[in-house]
């Protein structure tokens, strides 16, 4: 069993959407989780991070921590085209430096 | 261009050879880190170095590979021996190290993607 699980995908919704993209995760240790966007044949752009549990929004982007549930989000509002790409959370410990990925939700967003 | 930059983009090689990798991290950075990235699955970490020191290294990484950061800037990441498992995109990402909040902003390069025929 992986440490971190996401959905693959692929997403398809319209243009205007809001989005939700999640992933679970099975180390309780984790304590630092990001977003990074990947467009095809290109490395992940960091979105956003948070650190524990709680909310944090940055203009279009909310994500969000539950780590009673061990469970993450990213929700995207008002989706537009150019967010189309594969969507990778990751996190990592408060000790380590590396980061374990999931393997990123492909979006797609439609006119 | 202040970004993390990596040469080749793109390696093409047969299985035996041997190949070199090189990323330039953004220069302020004194963490440096590489990860593998197969099709369809998230990056993997490989290693990471504090300036010149490799303070981690993943199971992941076999003895047919090395990294280098001889420096504290560039580093090199270095296959022995190539097989057909190796093919892969290989990530190298750069961050702050001085807190721990700096640490979660790694950035990545465009990544060197590897083909071993």
């Known amino acids: 069993q992986k440490e971190v699980e996401q959905d693959p995908g692929p997403l398809s919704v319209p243009e205007g959407a809001i989005v939700s993209l999640n992933c679970t995760y099975s180390?309780?240790?984790?304590?630092?989780f990001m977003w990074y966007r990947q467009y095809s044949r290109k490395g992940p752009e960091l979105l956003m991070y948070?650190?524990?549990?709680g909310n944090k929004e940055d203009g279009r982007f909310t994500a969000q921590v539950d780590k009673s549930s061990k469970y993450i989000s990213l929700f995207i509002r008002d989706s537009q085209p150019s967010d189309s790409a594969t969507y990778l959370c990751a996190m990592r410990t408060g000790t380590a430096s590396k980061l374990t990925f999931g393997t990123g939700t492909r979006l797609q967003v439609t006119l | 261009d202040t970004g993390v930059s990596q040469d080749p983009r793109h390696k093409i090689t047969k299985r035996g050879q041997n190949v070199t990798f090189r990323c330039d991290p953004i220069?302020?950075?004194?963490?440096l880190y590489w990860y593998r990235q197969t099709l369809g699955q998230g990056p993997e970490f490989l290693t990471y170095f504090q300036n010149e020191a490799q303070l981690e290294k993943s199971r992941l990484l076999s003895d047919r590979f090395s990294a280098e950061r001889p420096k504290g800037s560039f580093s090199t990441l270095e296959i022995q021996r190539t097989e057909q498992g190796d093919s892969a995109m290989y990530l190298c990402?750069?961050?702050?190290?001085?807190?721990?909040?700096?640490?979660?902003?790694?950035?990545f390069g465009p990544g060197t993607r590897l083909t071993v025929l």
């Open positions: 990402a750069s961050s702050l190290g001085s807190s721990g909040k700096r640490v979660n902003e790694q950035f």
């Open positions: 948070t650190y524990s549990s």
């Open positions: 180390n309780s240790a984790f304590q630092y």
């Open positions: 220069s302020e950075h004194n963490r």
